[in-house]
T-cell receptor
Framework: AQKITQTQPGMFVQEKEAVTLDCTYD???????LFWYKQPSSGEMIFLIY??????QNATEGRYSLNFQKARKSANLVISASQLGDSAMYFC???????????????FGQGTILTVHP | GAVVSQHPSWVICKSGTSVKIECRSLDFQATTMFWYRQFPKQSLMLMAT?????????EQGVEKDKFLINHASLTLSTLTVTSAHPEDSSFYIC?????????FGSGTRLTVV
């Protein structure tokens, strides 16, 4: 069974508008971490935002926020005020088990290609 | 911040030859390194997990004898694609586990001709 699901292969947004990228996950662990990464055409993986399963507040990092709905097992990424440079592939990923020294592997979703139009 | 230097960034090799990809942690000790493979416009698929000083753990379906992983020191992990074939052409990327997350190498684009 797919552990991380991103159902939007591609998304388009107008510059300066907000966009939501969907991510749902499946785990039986109580402790886990959810990550979002941006991958431009160069291939580098750029960390955007992190949400721990026990975090009560939704994570925010500048223009990025994570809409964490634990009961629905969703962790959607919201990008506000889109910029042309936001055009890239975006991945949702999950680490099962606690962080710190457990060094659990990351499982990635299928990715969403975001295109920002001027 | 923690940096993983991955080399080469791209390589073209002839079918049947071997290619070695290196990932070095520059300012920290990488106890655990993950190796991923990515086809164009697809997800990152975990190939194996390597821990310093021990044998790598390969994911199901990954050929251990074809993709040799060595993690002999806390600052260097290598992936060797042996007897490469055109179907091995892909983007390979390493990632080191940190206490607070993960840091990725810049990736290696392998083309086998």
């Amino acid at each position: 069974a797919q552990k991380i699901t991103q159902t939007q292969p591609g998304m388009f947004v107008q510059e300066k508008e907000a966009v939501t990228l969907d991510c749902t996950y499946d785990t039986s662990d109580q402790s886990y971490g959810l990550f979002w990464y941006k991958q431009p055409s160069s291939g580098e993986m750029i960390f955007l935002i992190y949400q721990g399963s026990y975090d009560e507040q939704n994570a925010t990092e500048g223009r990025y926020s994570l809409n964490f709905q634990k009961a629905r097992k969703s962790a959607n990424l919201v990008i506000s005020a889109s910029q042309l440079g936001d055009s890239a592939m975006y991945f949702c990923a999950m680490r099962e088990g606690p962080g710190g020294t457990s060094y659990g592997k990351l499982t990635f979703g299928q990715g969403t290609i975001l295109t920002v139009h001027p | 911040g923690a940096v993983v230097s991955q080399h080469p960034s791209w390589v073209i090799c002839k079918s049947g030859t071997s290619v070695k990809i290196e990932c070095r942690s520059l300012d920290f000790q990488a106890t655990t390194m993950f190796w991923y493979r990515q086809f164009p416009k697809q997800s990152l698929m975990l190939m194996a997990t390597s821990n310093e000083g021990s044998k790598a753990t390969y994911e199901q379906g990954v050929e251990k004898d074809k993709f040799l992983i060595n993690h002999a020191s806390l600052t260097l992990s290598t992936l060797t694609v042996t007897s490469a074939h055109p179907e091995d052409s892909s983007f390979y990327i390493c990632s080191a586990a940190l206490n607070y997350g993960y840091t990725f190498g810049s990736g290696t684009r392998l083309t086998v001709v």
